[in-house]
């Protein structure tokens, strides 16, 4: 080939050359350029979503606000709520505690007013209800100075015809053990021997016992007698010393009438119950009736005979009881007594009173119960 040949195919091998690195240099940066969008479009995207995460976050924190702005307001409501109930639930219980101290002012101003009233028009019944009482003090004086008197004069005969009849079968033992020692003899005398002995001791010990008896009988004859000398001497004075007005709510007769035919309803009832032979509580036999809790001013009627003493330690009892206390004390000694009590809350009055050591018996009557109190020691 000549040289211009060569030279042609150089010049279009450069040509060549120069074309492709032109392509490859547009290719480049058309594909630096593809890399830049695609960058500047994930970087789009990515600002778009942390801007909705933002938007998200701060919808969700407004709401958030918003509802606990609404569960203040709402508790503030109801606190709010519950003050002016409680504020009013105070005022109700003030204005109500108000109006029971005002009802039971009223019921004490009345009871004493009663008491005052009946305290007068019972002067001159206490009087003579003092001066029988002496009386009667006096005769049961005589009365029972008359009893010991005939309990020792039986006791000492008893007494005699009792020695007489120990001598007697002792000389009869002894004569029968001395017969029988007559025909025994070694450990089977010995062992009668021993009886002997024994039978003397127990004689001797019965005789010991029954001086010691008639010794203490004797005694307490004496001093039973000096008892009721003494009683019947200042039974008006204790009367008249008496802390505890003793007039009654109503006549003498119609409480004696009322605890009477208490009593005997009761009984009456326990009777029946008994022969009935149903398993039921004692108690509630005698009174016929369930327990029931009671308020307010409840009558207790005291079957006679009612000391002063026993009456004031009737009080004491009765006072001890808690929402309890006696507000009118009436009666005598030989018609029963009567007392209102008053409770400030309701109080199973009955089973109250059955605790108290000295009441034997409680009648529950519907508007008032009847009270049988144990002998006095």
């Known amino acids: 080939m000549e040289e211009r040949d060569w030279k042609e195919i150089g010049r279009r091998a450069a040509e060549e050359a120069k074309k492709k690195a032109r392509e490859q240099e547009t290719a480049r940066q058309e594909a630096e350029k593809k890399a830049a969008e695609e960058s500047k479009r994930k970087a789009r995207e990515e600002a778009e979503r942390i801007r909705r995460e933002e938007e998200s976050w701060m919808e969700a924190e407004r709401l958030s606000k918003r509802q606990a702005e609404r569960d203040r307001k709402e508790a503030e409501k109801r606190a ?5 109930a409680r504020k ?16 039971e002012e009223k019921a004490r101003q009345e009871a004493e ?18 001066k029988k009482a002496a009386e009667e003090a006096q005769r049961k004086a005589e009365e029972e100075a008359e009893r010991a008197r005939q ?24 004569e029968r053990e001395r017969e029988q020692l007559k025909a025994k003899k070694g450990e089977e005398q010995q062992s009668k021997l021993k009886s002997i002995e024994r039978i003397k001791r127990r004689e001797k010990a019965k005789i010991e016992a029954r001086k010691k008896a008639q010794a203490e009988m004797k005694r ?20 008249a010393a008496e802390e505890v007005a003793e007039q009654p709510f109503r006549a003498g007769e119609e409480l004696k009438d009322a605890v009477e035919k208490a ?43 009612v000391s002063p003493s026993q009456l004031r330690e009737m009080q004491r009892h009765l006072n001890g009881i808690d929402n309890l206390r006696v507000v ?32 034997a018996e409680v009648f529950d009557k519907g508007d008032e119960f009847v009270i049988t109190l144990a002998a006095e020691k």
């Open 80 to 84: 709010g709520e519950q003050e002016k």
């Open 328 to 359: 009118m004390v009436g009666g005598s000694s030989d018609v029963g007594a009567q007392l209102a009590v008053s409770t400030t809350e309701p109080v199973m009055v009955a089973d109250a009173i059955r605790k108290i050591p000295m009441v």
């Open 113 to 130: 007013r009663l008491a005052e009233k009946k305290a007068k028009e019972g002067e001159k019944a206490r009087k003579e209800a003092e």
């Open 151 to 174: 309990e020792q004069k039986a006791w000492e005969e008893a007494e005699r015809l009792s020695r007489q009849q120990a001598e007697k079968e002792r000389k009869e033992a002894e």
């Open 220 to 239: 307490q004859a004496e001093e039973a007698k000096a008892r009721q000398d003494k009683q019947a001497s200042i039974e008006a004075e204790k009367k």
């Open 263 to 305: 009593l005997h309803e009761g009984r009456a009832r326990k009777k029946a119950a008994q022969q009935a032979a149903v398993s039921r509580d004692p108690v509630a036999e005698a009174v016929g009736t369930p327990e029931r809790a009671l308020q307010g001013i409840i009558r207790l009627l005291i079957s006679p005979p």
């Open 88 to 103: 009013e639930a105070e005022k109700k219980a003030a204005e109500e505690a108000k109006r029971k101290a005002r009802e």
